[in-house]
């Protein structure tokens, strides 16, 4: 496969500026016939080229005369004389047939698609490029017996009987839309419908359609709709353009959802909750993928990507409006901490690895690996930075101007940052640095005080990646603090300061007592601090920094520091230092519990293990397992007091003080066992018993699965019986158990994967399966390798069904720098041997293939 560049773009030569489409849909054998009214965009005479994949292609016709068909490449080629014509396709698919999930394909008796970013062309013959608009008109026909509801794009004009006991809708879609946000569906479904009246007094339709039995457990889905529609408004002045908006919800998705235009497409995990049976976290989860979706429709929708080197143009900002979103539904400083966490777990290992890129990268082989963390989450954070640098007033003159300038249109990065200098008037020059340079920057501080000054020394690197071997210096903000050693108080209040260049210096006037550094205050910039410390600075900010995130990270700092202290040193852990800092947390009156329980967990294993060269992970896990037993230990009472306590949260109540409590609740559950299993055992067992809710009953089963298979037997045994007929809690049965840290999982996970409920072909299963085992370092790790082997037949296994879902296990594999010589070897011996396969997929050849590097 041949890698495709970010500077070889050329415009469209063909525009098609309508499309016509009728389905005579069929799992089987589903026939679409396609009408493109094109056009030929500027003074050339080249033919129209039209992708197209696993198409059976009955007719062709160009202005009504029939055609011979003329293939290049793969590509259908059709000859045209004058400025416009109209080209007609008849082809055949066959949905039922399409276990890659991508294109027209069938899912539990429903029919529906998934076009981004390629899969258009699994549909019809088009032009499938982003930066081709059109307006859609869409005929399904089918039986109506199987298929009594027909959704499309846009908005229902007719519908009607057809012959043989078939019926029939038509759907217009009046926006111009790139074929990626086209969708169908059709299926036996139930509708949850609601209303919501926008801010100029337009009435919408809402829908969320499932199967009937699931129609109790879209209520919470349908509250962050309407939440979501309303927030856009408040926050962005951004009103929703159609008279319906629908959200479907199917069991077989590659990815959480889509955004189609009018008809998001959801995976039923982002839909389907109720407490019963999703954990606060799902719900919280369903909500943010709600109101992330839903705000597509301009982030994304009105405006669109001109070329996929530019997804984090929707995806990074349409993400930074999700937390938003969340941060103003909940805790903003709990949410952050939150966001912070994802980006350190999935992006900066990212970005440390072979497969690091830009968020704007600049070549890829398949577009479909670029749905990353860093074009996601980093993306996000350089949203973020430039609401920051420009305030947020700006910021929001910037992106009404971005709106409204470029409506309709397929743009570029550059065009938004473009628009946000331009509303500001700030120079964005040096900033844009952020979309092109890939790697997490590291920031040295060191802060130096002479009599009645303060001077902070900043220096920045940014470490070379694949591709970019030197960079230049970025443009970090980052919020800075100082608090008095003695008093405890901010000296100096938070002040934004721009690091600009390698080495730069600040300095604070009127500081006479010392101070300690309180920096990247809510985490103002993407980067990795490290910072000179002075005896004692840590522990005091981590008891009492200001900026409860600052806070947070001073406790973590802590934590690292000892950790990584004693799996060096292969002594015994200091641990005197984190039991003071964790105590005072449990102990605090202030604190609110759900911080309480995030400050108390120890950094995972793969954050310990990034900041490792080669790290032996047996090691790193059994010194973070001392250090957990002896905070079960010496802090038992403590610990006790605060279960005890967060046991009171209302189980019918989702509010975030009881959503913190639940939290609470289950971080000190797994402590108390990790210091006193026979203790643990009892508690969780009970804790499980007496469940209200699937936070506790699924924390209290994590306990129990961890404390081994003899103890958790009796609950994952009822857990299964209880929940046979949800889907999405056998997910997590088989989650839990593939999530057991330690050499014995793999044993486990191989007997899981016989099980009848255990299936290749659901993503969901395979995630729940082969995700959360990979996702665990000392069960993935085994020092016979057969972790990795076990994985690769996995990848080349799914590989055969669905490549997109099949290459989001090899980046475990290519983690092999990170991990000491023996293990790292036998890593590369698996990324090997799925190169040697025959018949791979562009899109494990690309990951596997970089990986080894
Ligand atoms: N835009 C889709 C992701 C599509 C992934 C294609 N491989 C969902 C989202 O980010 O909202
Ligand atoms: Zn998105």
Request: proline share 5%.
């Amino acid at each position: 496969p041949t890698a495709i560049r970010r500077e070889d773009y050329q415009a469209p030569d063909w525009l098609v500026p309508e499309v016509e489409l009728k389905f005579g849909l069929d799992p089987a054998r589903t026939v679409v016939t396609a009408r493109l009214t094109v056009k030929r965009n500027g003074g050339h005479d080249r033919p129209l080229e039209l992708d197209g994949e696993e198409l059976e292609l009955l007719s062709l016709k160009v202005d009504g005369e029939k055609r011979e068909a003329r293939f290049e490449d793969g590509r259908l080629v059709v000859d045209l004389t004058g400025a416009a014509a109209t080209v007609e396709t008849e082809v055949v698919i066959a949905p039922e047939k399409n276990s890659q999930l991508m294109g027209l394909y069938a899912s539990g008796g429903i029919l529906c698609t998934q076009c981004e970013a390629e899969g258009f062309r699994r549909i019809t013959f088009f032009p499938d490029r982003p930066d081709v608009l059109s307006r859609y008109r869409v005929r399904l026909e089918a039986d109506k017996a199987r298929f009594p509801v027909l959704l499309a794009n846009g908005n229902p004009v007719e519908e009607g009987e057809a012959e043989d006991g078939k019926h029939f809708a038509l759907w217009e879609d009046p926006f111009p839309k790139p074929c990626y946000l086209f969708a169908i569906v059709a299926g036996d479904l139930q509708c949850n419908a609601d209303r919501f009246t926008t801010m100029s007094g337009r009435e919408v339709e809402l829908g969320i359609w499932v199967r009937e039995a699931d129609l109790p457990k879209t209520r919470l889905a349908m509250q962050a709709l309407k939440d979501s529609m309303a927030w856009d408004e408040r926050t962005y002045g951004r009103e929703y353009d159609l008279d319906r908006f629908n959200i479907v919800a199917v069991s077989d998705f590659n990815f959480g959802a889509m955004e189609n235009k009018g008809l998001n497409i959801f995976n039923t995990r982002y839909v389907l909750a109720d407490p019963e049976t999703a954990s606060d976290g799902d719900i919280d989860a369903v909500a943010a993928v709600v109101a992330h979706e839903y705000f597509h429709n301009w982030s994304g929708n009105r405006v669109t990507c001109r070329d996929w080197f530019q997804l984090s143009l929707k995806e990074g900002l349409t993400v930074f409006r999700d937390q938003g979103f969340s941060e103003d539904m909940g805790s903003a400083a709990v949410q952050r901490i939150d966001q912070v966490r994802t980006l350190r777990a999935a992006q900066f290992p990212e970005d440390a690895g072979p497969l690091a890129h830009p968020i704007r990268p600049d070549s890829y082989m398949e577009i479909a690996n670029f749905y990353t963390a860093t074009v996601y989450n980093k993306g996000a954070e350089v949203i973020r930075m430039m609401r920051t640098i420009l305030g947020s007033e700006a910021y929001r003159k910037g992106t009404d101007l971005y709106f409204e300038r470029h409506d309709g249109q397929a743009v570029t990065c550059e065009d938004f940052v473009a628009c946000m200098e331009e509303a500001s008037g700030a120079d964005l020059r040096q900033f844009r640095l952020w979309y092109s340079q890939a790697g997490t920057p590291t920031v040295r501080a060191r802060l130096e005080q002479v009599d009645g000054g303060a001077t902070l020394h900043l220096a920045q690197e940014v470490p070379p990646t694949p591709g970019q071997p030197a960079k230049q210096p970025m443009a970090i903000p980052l919020k800075v603090a100082l608090i008095g050693a003695d008093s405890g108080r901010e000296i100096a209040g938070e002040r934004l300061v721009m690091l600009e260049r390698a080495e730069q210096s600040i300095s604070f006037a009127g500081i006479d007592e010392p101070a300690f550094l309180s920096i990247n205050r809510g985490f103002s910039a993407p980067v990795i601090v490290e910072a000179d410390r002075k005896p004692g600075e840590i522990e005091a900010l981590a008891a009492g920094d200001s900026d409860s995130f600052a806070r947070f990270e001073a406790g973590q700092e802590l934590m690292i520091r000892d950790l990584l202290a004693a799996i060096t040193s292969g002594g015994p852990v200091a641990t005197d230092a984190i039991l003071t800092a964790v105590g005072a947390t449990l102990r605090s009156q202030s604190l609110d519990p759900a911080f309480k329980a995030d400050a108390i967990a120890l950094p995972s294993e793969s954050l310990l293990t990034d900041k490792l060269d080669r790290a032996d992970p047996a090691r790193v896990h059994a010194v973070r397992e001392e250090v957990r037993r002896a905070i079960g230990n010496a802090l038992k009472d403590d610990l006790s007091r605060a279960y005890t306590q967060a046991s009171a949260a209302d189980p019918a109540s989702l509010s975030g003080a009881d959503k913190g409590l639940r939290r609470l609740r289950a971080a000190t559950l797994a402590l108390l066992a990790a210091g006193d299993p026979q203790f643990g055992a009892g508690l969780a067992q009970r804790q499980y018993d007496e469940a209200r809710t699937m936070t506790e009953r699924q924390s209290a089963l994590m306990v129990l699965a961890m404390l081994g298979p003899d103890i958790a037997a009796k609950a994952l045994d009822d857990f299964y019986a209880r929940f046979e007929d949800d889907p999405l809690v056998i997910d997590k049965w088989f989650a839990v158990q593939a999530s057991v840290p330690g050499e014995a999982t793999l044993a486990a996970v191989e007997r899981l994967q016989s099980q009848p409920a255990f299936t290749m072909s659901n993503p969901n299963r395979l995630r729940a399966l082969a995700g959360s085992f990979a996702g665990t370092p000392s069960a993935f790790h085994r020092a016979d390798g057969l972790g990795y082997d076990w994985l690769a037949e996995v990848i080349v296994a799914a590989d055969k069904l669905n490549p997109q879902t099949a290459a989001r296990f090899v980046a475990p594999l290519g983690r092999w720098r990170k991990i000491e010589e023996g293990r790292a070897a036998k890593m590369r011996g698996a990324l090997q041997r799925i190169l040697g396969e025959p018949g791979l997929s562009k899109d494990v050849f690309e990951l596997a293939s970089k990986s080894l590097g």
